[in-house]
């Protein structure tokens, strides 16, 4: 258990709709990023937070958008979804930043748009 | 353009036997190269962080090793089991890389099978 907590583990949801994904750090991490892996794809870098504020974009589209929160959780907002947003979307936390920072990740939500 | 490419796709051996799986990345300067190992439905959980002045380091009965030169990497696994069966990923953290400081591999799939 990576001690990174991602709900819901899978999410079924029609095009051109909204969902919310939710993700809980380790405790005491401060830095929480979004990777989006699509089926036979790398993960691909979406967005970084730390400590409430935006550290880094990654390739995010303007659909998407995400928050950290006072008590460090994390939102990952989804919006006029296509079928090709369907993906695994996982969460993952760090306690420090720098090169030889480890990153601990969720189990991931599974994305299906129908 | 920063890449990471891992061969080969996809893997099937014997329970008992060894295996080596490659990696080339084109990543210049790069701070570390690290091996996750990904179960499925799960998130990736590392297994080694080399950096460059490294050339192997061992995890039990993984073993990577690295080739700054030829920025090659391989991670051996001896004695395989069932349970390594599993995406292994390999990524490279570029320095001066903007925001997407890692850079994912899409992985290799191996299969253990008795």
């Known amino acids: 258990d990576s001690g990174v907590t991602q709900t819901p583990k899978h999410l079924i949801t029609a095009t051109g709709q909204r969902v919310t994904l939710r993700c809980s750090p380790r405790?005491?991490?401060?830095?929480v990023y979004w990777y989006q892996q699509s089926l036979d794809q790398g993960l691909q870098f979406l967005i970084q937070?730390?400590?409430?504020?935006?550290?880094a974009k990654g390739n995010i589209l303007e659909r998407f958008s995400a928050q950290q929160f006072p008590d460090l959780h994390s939102e990952l907002n989804l919006s006029s979804l296509e079928l090709g947003d369907s993906a695994l979307y996982f969460c993952?936390?760090?306690?420090?930043?720098?090169?030889?920072?480890?990153?601990?990740f969720g189990s991931g939500t599974q994305l299906s748009v129908l | 353009k920063n890449q990471v490419e891992q061969s080969p796709q996809s893997l099937i051996i014997l329970e008992g036997k060894n295996c080596t799986l490659q990696c080339n990345y084109t990543v210049s300067p790069f701070s570390n190269l690290r091996w996750y190992k990904q179960d499925t439905g799960r998130g990736p959980v590392s297994l080694t962080i080399m950096t460059f002045s490294e050339n192997t380091k061992s995890n039990g009965r993984y073993t990577a090793t690295l080739d700054a030169d030829t920025k090659q990497s391989s991670l051996h696994i001896t004695a395989s089991q069932l349970s390594d069966s599993a995406s292994y990923i390999c990524v490279v953290r570029a320095p001066y890389s903007g925001n997407t400081p890692l850079v994912f591999g899409k992985g290799t799939r191996l299969s253990v099978i008795a």
């Open positions: 993952a936390s760090s306690g420090h930043s720098g090169v030889n920072e480890k990153l601990f």
């Open positions: 937070y730390y400590n409430g504020e935006e550290r």
């Open positions: 405790s005491g991490d401060l830095s």
